[in-house]
């Protein structure tokens, strides 16, 4: 099940695998839209760089998302402003309209769909929320308005209706802007000792480190472990279905989310935590059959994201004893925006200038969330559940997703194929036959 913009595909570039030694300044892990968007800003500020990607870039989160450039991330402002202060949480609204700008800036000169659009966050049956919502809004400097009626196919209590945001293509995107990067495909890091990866065929020695890896693959610092879990949803795509003209997200975890490509509708939902049972794909086959019957579904495909204890992605230091490692993870949904985040606050850390946004998006920040409890009783169940197939990245018990047909960990996040090759990290390897 590939997803649509795997079905009609720009030539991405090709890199070679690295055979042999070689040093550079930073070493970027990964090669999804974080990691890429971080070599890109790098190459431009003239700090000599190498990019190592296991597989292929963009093989693995970034071709599954939606695609939406927004900084309405559900209902978050009022969180924000009730966790951290008003001053923090407009520091996250600009910080994520920043990103949207510097992608308006980049897509300018690149054919990728690029598309301004409007985005709505709505409620099927609470109007407070949405009215609470609007008020933090205003509170914070930001254009959100109240809105009732919606081009959806059922009626809604209300919606936040935000201005200027984006969709595109994020594969067309990625094909314009990694050309002439220095990147290294089929470049598993196997090992880490200080600055120095180890690879099947060669060495990179570094100053510094950025790890881009979508879930963070080093348990001995930062305790990712505990601070995160992982999240599946799933997507449609439909023919002769309706054009919503809009990006549109239910305030409720389990709703459903609506986008326009083309002439096709991307209908999201199902979500569920990794290793847990949810709606899937039936539940959205289901919602089409009721709403758009004569709609015809083209293509299907499920995304992860990884989640934070307090809806905040961890960007900075790895950890408070790390000074020359540095993180990009916990994107919460919304990784298109939150990767162009990473790669402007990790590009002024990088060349040692203070960003503002550095306290708020540090990975050091408090633990203390209640979704920490819930992530800690999920690993010690799962620990002690007696399985036969268990993850080789902690050793939690594995459970089977016949939706997809993958053997997935509650823990963490990690997926497997039917005969155990690794689909999704943090496990680095294959299940032990």
């Known amino acids: 099940m590939s997803s649509l913009w795997e079905q009609e595909p720009p030539v991405l570039p090709g890199f070679e695998e690295l055979k042999g030694e070689i040093k550079t300044d930073v070493l970027i892990i990964g090669g999804g839209m974080a990691g890429i968007l971080c070599a890109y800003l790098l190459q431009q500020a003239g700090i000599p760089y190498v990019l190592a990607e296991a597989q292929t870039i963009c093989g693995g989160i970034t071709k599954n ?3 939406k450039i927004t900084s309405q991330h559900g209902l978050i402002y009022g969180q924000l402003i009730r966790r951290f202060g008003a001053e923090k949480a407009r520091q996250y609204l600009e910080a994520n309209e920043a990103a949207l700008h510097k992608y308006r800036e980049l897509c300018k000169g690149i054919d990728c769909d690029f598309e301004e659009k409007t985005s709505y966050v709505y ?7 949405i009215e609470k919502e609007v008020s933090a809004l205003e509170k914070l400097g930001g254009h959100g308005k109240f809105v009732q009626q919606l081009p959806l196919p059922f009626p809604v209590a209300g919606a936040v209706k935000y201005p200027n945001q984006a ?8 094909s314009a802007i990694a050309k002439g990067l220095c990147i290294y495909e089929h470049t598993t890091v196997r090992q880490l000792a200080g600055t120095t990866a180890f690879t099947d065929h060669g060495k990179i020695t570094a100053e510094k480190i950025i790890v881009a890896t979508h879930f963070p693959f080093l348990n001995k610092h930062g305790s990712y472990f505990l601070k995160m879990y992982q999240h599946r949803s799933y997507v449609l795509a439909l023919e002769h279905a309706q054009n919503v003209d809009g990006m549109y997200i239910d305030e409720a975890q389990k709703g459903m989310s609506f986008r326009n490509y083309k002439s096709l509708l991307l209908i999201g939902g199902g979500d569920h935590r990794t290793g847990k049972t949810g709606g899937n794909w039936g539940e959205l086959r289901d919602f089409a059959q009721r709403y758009y019957p004569g709609a015809m579904e083209k293509y299907c495909w499920s995304a992860q994201d990884c989640m934070t204890l307090d809806g905040v992605p961890y960007i900075g230091m790895y950890s408070a004893n790390t000074p020359d490692l540095y993180v990009a993870t916990g994107f919460n949904k919304w990784g298109m925006t939150s990767a162009m985040v990473s790669a402007m606050l990790l590009c002024d850390l990088i060349q040692g200038k203070q960003n503002p946004d ?3 998006f540090s990975p050091s920040r408090t633990m203390l969330r209640p979704q920490l409890a819930v992530n800690a009783f999920e690993a010690v169940v799962n620990l002690l559940t007696p399985s036969a197939k268990r993850c080789p990245h902690m050793g939690c018990a594995l459970k089977w997703n016949p939706w997809e047909h993958t053997w997935d960990c509650p823990c963490h996040g990690s997926r497997f194929t039917e005969d155990g090759k690794l689909i999704d990290n943090p496990a680095t390897g294959d299940l032990k036959k």
Not at 123 to 129: A, C, F, P, T
């Open 123 to 129: 409620s099927v049956n609470d109007r407070m929320k």
């Open 167 to 174: 969709q595109f293509h994020p594969l067309k995107f990625i």
């Open 358 to 360: 550095q306290d708020l």
């Open 65 to 67: 998302t939606t695609a």
